[in-house]
């Protein structure tokens, strides 16, 4: 089965940046899509990025549009989740995810890593 590995959490003080990875550990022809969600104490997990390998195509929460990017490393089987101007607000627990379609619903993605957490402090 596909398993997905997130690294690269960890505490940044507020209007920092932080760099998220998901490694994949199967073909990406077995999936189409990639993305990132997230969840807060408290909050239901919301929908953050996701990414095509094919082409590359992204889309993004509103919440995160000019602050947020999400990339792919075909080779390395890795998608990226780069995090600029972060705000206390962006703190949760972030999940790659991995699905078929291009989609910012959370039961599009068939497969789920253990998440990697990202606390930003004021």
């Known amino acids: 089965q596909v398993q997905l590995v997130e690294s690269g959490g960890g505490l940044v003080q507020a209007g920092g940046s932080l760099t998220l990875s998901c490694v994949v550990s199967?073909?990406?022809?077995?999936?189409?899509?990639m993305g990132w969600f997230r969840q807060a104490p408290g909050k239901e997990r919301e929908f953050v990025s996701t990414i095509r390998w094919s082409d590359g195509s992204t889309f993004y929460a509103d919440s995160v549009k000019g602050r947020f990017t999400i990339s792919r490393d075909n080779a390395k089987n890795t998608v990226y989740l780069q995090m600029n101007s972060l705000k206390p607000g962006d703190t949760a627990n972030y999940y790659c995810?991995?699905?078929?379609?291009?989609?910012?619903?959370?039961?599009?993605?068939?497969?789920w890593g253990q998440g990697t957490q990202v606390t930003v402090s004021s």
């Open positions: 199967r073909s990406i022809f077995v999936i189409n899509a």
């Open positions: 995810a991995a699905g078929r379609v291009l989609s910012g619903r959370r039961d599009a993605y068939n497969y």
